[in-house]
């Protein structure tokens, strides 16, 4: 297996522009998590999908942002508009079943927004 | 409100010698832990975890610690290698629940 797989590795983008980050989570994984990673705050659970639902989305910043999973193989992360403070690191990660389970991220997406 | 606090930034050990990374957490309903190991430029990996019925977990150079009383665990890695050098996330769940909550990360470096 490819592992989660997330485009694109690099964004750089101007403020006020939408940006949309995409992941393919490891087949057969019915859970999908979007983390943020920054300095300051370490990683931050945005959302995350069970069987292509949302389920807590609680740490999504503000309405800028917004998460789809239109089906078990593909989610997206868009930004809407991007502020320079969005610059971070973006994660994926996907795991299997219910409960506390050891979850697999991709290699991430580093967003700058100028 | 961190509720999983890892309070070293950065750690430096010598190679061969053991490193000890620190891990606090507040919320008494966290049951399951986890450590993960991230290089640059990747995304963290999985390194270790413990449930809290138990308080000790080993596997090759790495054993996990747990002090349910204290809310606290430790990593502990020993010997260290130049290999580990990396940011460490400790990491705790609710067996009920699904998501993690991370800490901010403790940077290792363990020098040659």
């Known amino acids: 297996d490819a592992g989660v797989i997330q485009s694109p590795r690099h964004e750089v983008t101007e403020m006020g522009q939408e940006v949309t980050l995409r992941c393919k989570p490891i087949?057969?994984?019915?859970?999908l998590f979007w983390y943020r990673q920054t300095m300051m705050r370490g990683l931050e659970l945005l959302i995350y999908?069970?069987?292509?639902?949302?389920?807590?989305d609680s740490g999504m910043p503000e309405d800028r942002f917004s998460a789809k999973m239109p089906n078990a193989s593909f989610s997206t992360l868009k930004i809407q508009p991007s502020e320079p403070r969005d610059s971070a690191v973006y994660f994926c990660?996907?795991?299997?079943?219910?409960?506390?389970?050891?979850?697999?991220f991709g290699p991430g997406t580093r967003l700058t927004v100028t | 409100d961190q509720q999983v606090k890892q309070n070293s930034p950065s750690l430096s050990v010598q190679e061969g010698r053991i490193s000890i990374l620190n891990c606090d957490y507040t919320?008494?309903?966290?049951?399951?832990f986890l450590w993960y190991k991230k290089y640059p430029a990747e995304g963290p990996t999985f390194l270790i975890s413990?449930?809290?019925?138990?308080d000790k977990n080993e596997d090759g150079r790495f054993t996990v610690f747990l002090n349910k009383s204290a809310k606290h665990l430790s990593l502990h890695i020993v010997p260290s290698q130049p290999g580990d050098s990396a940011v460490y996330f400790c990491?705790?769940?609710?067996?009920?629940?699904?998501?993690?909550?991370f800490g901010a990360g403790t940077i290792l470096r363990v020098k040659s």
């Open positions: 990660a996907s795991s299997s079943g219910l409960g506390a389970s050891e979850q697999y």
């Open positions: 087949s057969g994984h019915n859970s």
């Open positions: 999908f069970n069987n292509n639902v949302p389920i807590d």
């Open positions: 919320n008494s309903m966290f049951d399951y």
């Open positions: 413990i449930s809290s019925i138990k």
């Open positions: 990491a705790a769940s609710a067996i009920s629940g699904n998501k993690l909550v």
